[in-house]
């Protein structure tokens, strides 16, 4: 059984639009580099057993993104088969905070914009992050 406070996540809907959002952008990112000469360059150049695990990444991102459309009992079942997606969706949040963050400082710098909440310190995605982390990270 997965720990509840990772339930929890589920049952708020703008929680659960934030993880989605975090799933989707990871998975855009993944999808991207065959969209380039550069990263499909990149992509080529990886020893054979580092593609299969970023075609598997790919993969697995690809399947969350549908559990994640599902409706919430549903979604509530496949999340609690294991942390393993659990575990994806931390990275995903991480990684988008991360890129949120650098996009303010991009805007501020470029612009002249003033960093937003919203953006560079999003209270929902904080959160988030901060009872997977608790939860989620192996021992």
């Not at 057993?49 to 993969?59: A, L, M, P, R, S």
């Not at 979604?75 to 393993?84: F, L, S, T």
Request: glycine share 2%; proline share 2%; aromatic share 10%.
């Amino acid at each position: 059984m997965i720990n509840p406070e990772l339930m929890k996540l589920l049952e708020s809907i703008d929680v659960l639009d934030m993880l989605r959002d975090s799933v989707t952008y990871q998975l855009q990112k993944l999808r991207n580099v065959e969209k380039t000469s550069e990263g499909r360059d990149w992509y080529q150049e990886l020893p054979q057993i580092v593609k299969e695990k970023f075609d598997n990444y790919k993969t697995d991102y690809e399947h969350l993104d549908q559990i994640l459309k599902l409706e919430p009992e549903q979604i509530n079942v496949e999340m609690n088969k294991g942390y393993y997606y659990w575990r994806l969706i931390r990275s995903a949040c991480t990684t988008y905070r991360n890129d949120l963050s650098d996009y303010d400082q991009q805007l501020f710098q470029e612009f002249n914009l003033k960093e937003t909440e919203a953006i560079s310190d999003n209270i929902i995605l904080n959160k988030c992050i901060g009872v997977l982390d608790q939860h989620v990270v192996e021992k």
